[in-house]
């Protein structure tokens, strides 16, 4: 590869160390279409990253450009605070039209600053200030942000020791299967709520991803997650559905938990919400829980009017009928027949996640990343995940056209067999 | 005012209560061009709170807004994680050529998060990862985000209230002049510095921001700046100045320190950086202290591409050579002198602030609203600040015509001398 | 019972509400020989409680008794802060002949303030700062103690509530046998541990009880408590163990954790040092841990000189022999027989605790508190114990004499028999 | 000086490195009378430690003693938890009849573990859990005590340090006369109170010692603590006045505050209230903020009853007339006179403190030291205080033979000749 050499030494002389994508990605992008993106060389590069599932429609969808397009030409309000915008109002009547009314939502939208964290923060907030309680039940492996308020709900070492300080206000339980197939973890959860003296402080929130994203995409079974949502209830605690990598299509239907047949008491949303990968956070709280008052969790960017533009798009164009329902199902069969090819070829490899949210544990961080090395060489963009980095991660767009998904996963294949090749001539 | 018919009830229905401008600004607005912007009924309004200090160029800039539109037809990367762009790769070497390179300064720009909060979050953990303690020194009527993290050095009683738990990990100390005229606050802060039995644990940091925004407008001296910045040094904390509000010309020069001779270890940025309204959050941090690992502080939307070409298109027009200086002296003169005006009328009133953040303290925060209640009924933005809402802020565009701002100003001054009219009569 | 008439009305209307114990046995006790207690009236009662665990050689045992008056009547220094005195070295020499040296401890002293509590504050000062961590991992339904620091370790939630504010710093794992007889929840630990996205932040310690006195008499296994051990040493964690109510010969030896080939980094003891019911505490430090400088954790009363008296005379007598550990054995064979009886009457009964450290589960705190309430009426102090108060524990002196534990028991099996036969006469 | 060689090597051996006093005054004390302790070589030494303020009745005090000796002799109850004993009884109606009746207090007594940061821990959850917050604030300087929650409220930062983890949930203000004689520093705390965006939270407690025993014998005015009491009572939250060291008459009367017209809510004792220099910690509380339930604060060794019975004496005796008073009143002067002599010798030297809670502060803790040790050489036992170590300090029992308090006097001050003359040659 020789992309290195093209890169502007402007990142290395001024950005700081904390940069990381960019380091596995060692190339200039400059422009890019649904499934691809193109190099400063011209070089295209299938995207099989989608900006960690915030691109879940692709890159540059054509009728979100038109309209964000039309709407700057026109003056549009790009920042107006929290005020009122015609933007911001299109966007929720459609949300209120396409989501929440199906699903017999009555939740509220608290627009928050533009990221997932905060949208976790403001999530947290709610939880304590509603209940009257400190304590937030985490789960191993979750991953909410790294702001101190999320980060003490997100699992990973090397995240957490970033905080230079101790986190407190959160106490972990294992996630669903943690403790293998014979032990049902929210047992463990409902005996320490009903033991007075288990320590475990009454809890104000329960916090989960049904699928973790970024903790090596553990999905957590129908059930697992009802049960956990009967004992929130039960216990006096908000759920709270962390669905800002789960969410918008990801695994299938538009919120993750679509088919569990819970109604969790909030929402957090990020990502691909927008649809065009601009940044936009949004905490759903149940009518009867929104109790932040005005401006108490406040904020500069609440309400990027650009953002609601291409979402307002994205939810008519998407989420108005079945087609991408359709299409994600079928792609995601591709998907899974794709990784089954590669964990055959690794002994004790196995496929996680569910929908388009899928991955390989291929049981070692330093064969994962020398697959996705591999696989960039080759012109495909894929990322590892999990405590070890162990899993090859697909988050593909949900938009990609399935036979530019062939494509990525034949270089994901041809990877997988270079380098399960070394491994073994290096073993003999 | 007949707005409040024509606001569309989705808002109502659907909006969390948590939104707060909407409600003293109670109509739908839909376009907006430098320092004006216009509602549904085609009214239009003159801006004085420009975003909180966000829109310093003013709504919809032409420049930018060509860039940025062409920019999106190219199908420039809207999202692309914080992997090398060309977009970024042009701000950065922009803000080198003619904000760092000026000024002798080593830092790094580390992308973070896009809202200031997320700055500040991340200076902090940088400041603790970086001198290994965890005590962070803010000051009385600092404001500095919600997120948790920065919540703990906020100052505002209602802010810390939405935690819904304790806050710590940070010192409060008075703020310059916060005692009178004849007590130095500095002199506190050193003597605690100095005796071991004071209680005061070695700081990481010292946070503060040179004019406060929120606070009220305090306005500290630059001495009292360069003795805090002695002080850091001596006792080994980070100086971090959160130049999230009062930075990008607000006070007269790019950085609100620029005439202080001090130089911050680290320094937080948002609001302006971006020049469109576009979320972008940004730390500067010394070379020596850039200690994040790869992604140790990540987060999806590091790297807003749309804000990295609007930002570059920002420093080029305004940064790279003085006129906008220039203009900004004259413009703070003006409002200087209208706000003198509405100060004569108030007994007890004085003006706050300095460059073009500047208010008028009226005594109470029932008048400062009535005022700036009685400025929107006749086609004027602007808002109160300070720990009771009692200062009238200004926060113009900066590049506001003359005549717009005389205009403004003349709204302000007849809405203040309606409603001290109106008290005065009360209270005869 | 009309020992209530006789209660000097000077405690009610003086002695804070939180008084607590002088409401189950409200009668004023003036005298009391081993296992005996005398009231006001002098009506004589069994001492099944023995100040928790604090009088394991009984009320006034007359050598302890002639040394100590013998030590008064010469001037003998009653408080020396932590200077060397006479009575300490003479302590601390036996202390090492009889209990350090069989053992090949390498253990130092450390007096602490004269409680357990803070015995245990100082342990965990202790790991956390040898290790620089700060996260300790204590179990469901331990009790450590009511000071902030111990508090958080500390899983009732009664006396977690009364501290009036989140308490932090604490990871509480399921204690051994907590999720069935099935689940090892050493492998939960394990696993946690491994797991670097688990959450779980590296330990400074692990803090247990081998048999936990206040949360219900669970008892630890002995490879339980070793592989805890084991997992300790392997990640840098120490271990503690709080044997404040187990030790002292309790469960059989001096150490409750003598026979599990365990060598814990600190013990922490207090309760039945003195042996003579005289406030006392202690830190046992293995020498590479000793870490603490001069005074860092200080105190008025490390050094409680009347009590070192006393408890060299305790171990001088009870432990430079076998004796002790034989009438144990005995004794805990007749308590175990009389525990039968009491579970053969209650449906669901099981016993708990080990050695003299023993109770009867009988479902239900009212059955529990019905017992130990009848008991008293015919002369038997007896406590009960648990997260609901289900357990009815006996906690005899070890000196009891066989007739008088006999006796004991059987005014113990009336008021049980009594109290069943009243509920199933109420269930009829 | 040759004692060392006498001092039995057992200490060294086994005592943990956190010892502390016994390494100024190396020898083994042996037995001790009023204000004499004697040592194992038969050597006698004039106490002006005692105990640290805990033996202001003198060692030994023959009423007590002979009182102590007849309970033990009849088998009196040693430890009984918080059961009534007849000794507890007396105790508190001695304390009721001399000391809370004369001054119109209807305070509870709740009998904490025995040691002084037990009754600070104890109070400081009271008044969160009263006022249902959970700021405590303390002042620079100030001594508490070192288990978790008592030292987030102690100044000193070496025992801080040693906590091994941040302290929280303590705001700290600078105490009367720390910014000088031209600040009030109860304007600093009235203004943060006031001000809603100090960042001050809302005070569950104002926690101060009337005279900072530890932190360098720094007092306090009447008018300050006045102010101080009247801010927390406008402002909700409950004063505590920390009486340990400076309490049981060292100032003069029995309580320090006794003529500062204050009425706190909250009194923590401890050191001298048992008068024998027995363990002994009381919390007093008003009636209506005597909100913990029945054991929520529990502990082994609340009620000590050997400490009651020498209370009870110490009250009787040392009370219930002004014989006492009239002593310290003389003595104090004495001791005043006696350190003017050597404050003369060291430029810039200057008294510190009241009553008989004095000390000379001579600029340096390297000064200080040299003069105790030299003292101590010489037969007299005196210790240094304050941040620095700095202060020569005097806390002879209030009992002192006014022969030997002289002959004490004269010993500390040829001593401090010895140094100054030293150091006065040094210099040349």
């Known amino acids: 590869m020789t992309t290195s050499t093209s890169t502007m030494p402007i990142f290395k002389r001024r950005e700081s160390d904390a940069r990381s994508y960019c380091r596995g990605f060692d190339t200039v992008f400059t422009s890019a279409r649904n499934a691809e993106m193109t190099d400063a ?20 969808d054509p009728d979100m450009k038109a309209a964000l397009v039309d709407y700057i030409m026109d003056d549009g309000v790009a920042h107006g605070l929290d005020m009122h915008t015609g933007a911001k109002g299109a966007f929720i009547e459609t949300f209120e039209t396409h989501i929440l009314k199906p699903r017999s939502m009555d939740h509220k939208l608290m627009f928050v600053g533009p990221t997932g ?21 985490a789960f191993t492996n979750g991953f909410h942000g790294v702001t101190q308020g999320a980060l003490a709900a997100t699992g990973n070492s090397y995240h957490r020791g970033g905080a230079g300080a101790p986190l407190s206000g959160v106490t972990r339980l294992p996630y669903d299967g943690y403790m293998g197939k014979d032990v049902d973890t ?7 709520l009903l033991d007075a003296s288990s320590g475990l402080d009454a809890p104000a929130a329960i916090l989960l991803e049904t699928v973790q994203g970024e903790g090596g ?30 969410g918008c299509g990801r695994t299938g239907s538009f919120f993750s938990f679509d088919d569990m047949d819970v109604q969790p008491d909030i929402v957090t949303m990020a990502k691909s919400l927008s649809g065009f990968g601009l940044p936009m956070g949004l905490v759903l709280v149940r009518a009867d829980h929104d109790v932040m008052g005005p401006a108490e969790h406040n904020g500069t960017f ?14 008519e164009k998407f989420w108005s009928n079945d087609t991408l329902k359709t299409d994600i199902k079928r792609r995601a069969k591709l998907i899974e027949d794709g990784l089954k090819t590669i964990a055959d070829m690794v002994p004790g490899a196995y496929l996680k996640g569910r929908g388009m949210m899928r991955g390989v544990d291929v049981g070692s961080g330093d064969l994962a990343g020398a697959i996705c090395a591999e696989a960039f060489e080759n012109g495909l963009i894929v990322e590892t995940s999990g405590p070890n980095d162990e899993v090859v ?3 593909a767009p949900l938009t990609i056209e399935d036979g530019t998904l062939a494509k990525g996963l034949d ?9 399960t090749e070394t491994t073994k001539i290096a073993a003999e």
Not at 186 to 192: H, I, S, V
Not at 302 to 315: K, L, P
């Open 302 to 315: 609440r309400g990027n009017n650009h953002a609601f533009v291409t979402a307002r798009v994205a939810i």
């Open 186 to 192: 929210a047992d463990l959860l409902e005996q320490m």
């Open 217 to 246: 995409l553990n999905a957590a079974s129908g059930p697992w997650v009802r049960r956990i949502a009967e004992l929130a209830k039960k216990h006096g605690a908000l759920l709270i559905i962390d669905d800002i990598q789960a």
């Open 41 to 60: 060389q011209g070089r295209t590069y299938i995207d099989f990253l989608a900006g960690c599932s915030s691109l879940n429609y692709g890159h540059n």
């Open 411 to 419: 270089i994901l294949i041809q990877a997988a067999a270079a380098k």
């Open 393 to 395: 991660k697909i988050l």
């Open 117 to 137: 964290a905060n949208a976790v923060e403001a999530a947290i907030k709610i939880a304590r200030k509603s209940t009257g309680r400190t304590n937030v039940i």
